[in-house]
């Protein structure tokens, strides 16, 4: 039986506006104003804001302790190994994983391309025996959604196209929901790996994790979760979940941007052939060849990104503190307040699930008559920054109708008072643009 991490193990109860007032002041960034307004941060889906201790965090160890880890034997180099090597422990532990199934990388980005460049090294000549459960061949499958980030779709057709591999996608319906009576359809027999977002940046939709994981486990298939939208946002335990890898960014999780980790299972990472290679991840080198280090090390070469982990750990710990679960419930509550206000103005369609279903905190929307960069302007002029354009993900646009939507996304720090001026705002802008 798998345990639950301490973090789920908490009361649900959500955050009120009194304790999100209370945890604004936490962020020094919220304070100011822009074009005479209030700040208004809406934007949190791409980049969220981070607290004093994050910043303290990483100011402290430039500060304290910097220095090169596991390279040396000196005072400040052990202190910075010690505490680089716990925020490993405290990142993995807030997933449910081990320390050594986590890998530090610039973003989930790099995360994918870890995975598809280390695939893609298992299916050429000289790739060892262990590597070969990695290796694609012409014929073989990879799978992903319509929904998908650029992130967790363009390194699958390279390594589509690199390998002869046939890369497949499972459709949406018109609401934007998974088919997944064609996704039983289309995982199958050739079917190697199968890469899905767990909720869309764009339609807020809560993927069914279990279904879609039944479906792969039954081809033979390996799971690759991007998980960037909801580590930040929900409880998240990639045992129960049951998938082979996941992927996600600190810099959408109140930390610093340039740091973000992937996980997965340690057996799998033990054969998988490194991505990078040189200093830190050997073992012995001769003039002729090279040893791996087990992981985590066996993907970390070169000086790591050791300021960004220690702040990457204080803002999970910042998370666990206010209650990850307290936080998704109130994002819930504000996801809905988003949903409904917007349905209620005229000429607004939303994207995603409906008012009352199941969504993370975030609304994408299309303005009949007007650019999505116009309404993002406007919003601009009232201090409300929110998020413009096709949000990384074009076929996913391109199959509901659109180029661009504009998207409004909250995080533990929005009140109601931030989604009421929102919706204002949103309410004005046809008459603006006489649309």
């Not at 005479?36 to 910043?55: C, E, I």
């Not at 994981?213 to 909801?230: E, K, M, T, Y």
């Amino acid at each position: 039986m798998v345990a639950t991490p301490a973090h789920l193990r908490r009361s649900a109860a959500a955050l009120g506006n009194d304790e999100v007032l209370r945890i604004r002041n936490d962020f020094p960034i919220l304070q100011q104003h822009v074009n005479g307004k209030p700040l208004v941060y809406l934007d949190s889906g791409a980049t969220s804001q981070n607290p004093l201790s994050v910043l303290e965090a990483e100011q402290e160890f430039y500060e304290q302790r910097n220095s090169a880890v596991h390279r040396g034997a000196h005072h400040l180099a052990v202190e910075a190994t010690e505490v680089f090597e716990n925020a490993r422990e405290t990142v993995a532990d807030f997933i449910g994983a081990e320390w050594d199934e986590l890998i530090w990388t610039s973003n989930a980005t790099e995360g994918l391309n870890l995975l598809t460049y280390s695939f893609l090294n298992a299916s050429l000549p000289g790739a060892t025996p262990d590597a070969a459960r990695f290796a694609l061949a012409p014929g073989d499958e990879l799978v992903v959604t319509e929904m998908e980030h650029h992130a967790n779709l363009i390194p699958w057709q390279e390594l589509a196209a690199r390998t002869g591999a046939i890369l497949k996608f499972i459709p949406i319906d018109d609401a934007g929901a998974l088919d997944l009576e064609a996704a039983a359809g289309i995982i199958g027999p050739r079917t190697r790996i199968l890469a899905f977002t767990h909720a869309s940046n764009v339609l807020g939709t809560i993927n069914p994790v279990a279904a879609l994981v039944g479906l792969a486990r039954s081809a033979g298939a390996l799971v690759v979760l991007d998980a960037c939208q909801s580590v930040p946002h929900l409880p998240l335990d990639v045992k129960a979940l049951d998938v082979d890898f996941a992927v996600f960014s600190g810099h959408k999780m109140l930390a610093p941007t340039g740091i973000g980790a992937l996980y997965g299972r340690s057996e799998l990472l033990n054969a998988m052939p490194p991505f990078l290679t040189g200093g830190s991840m050997i073992t012995t080198v001769t003039m002729e060849r090279a040893g791996f280090l087990p992981s985590p090390q066996r993907f970390e070469a070169g000086t790591q990104r050791i300021s960004q982990a220690v702040a990457l750990a204080a803002a999970v710990n910042y998370l666990t503190e206010t209650g990850i679960d307290r936080i998704h419930a109130w994002e819930v509550e504000l996801g809905q307040r988003l949903v409904q206000g917007l349905g209620s103005i005229p000429g607004i369609r939303v994207l995603g699930p409906a008012a009352g279903e199941e969504r993370i905190g975030l609304a994408a929307f299309d303005v009949a008559g007007v650019h999505a960069h116009d309404v993002g302007q406007f919003l601009d002029s009232r201090g409300i920054a929110v998020r413009v354009g096709h949000h990384c993900a074009q076929p996913l646009h391109r199959r509901l109708g659109l180029t661009a939507t504009t998207r409004a996304s909250t995080y533990l720090y929005n009140t109601t008072d931030d989604v009421d001026a929102f919706l204002n705002a949103v309410s004005d802008v046809r008459a603006y643009f006489q649309a």
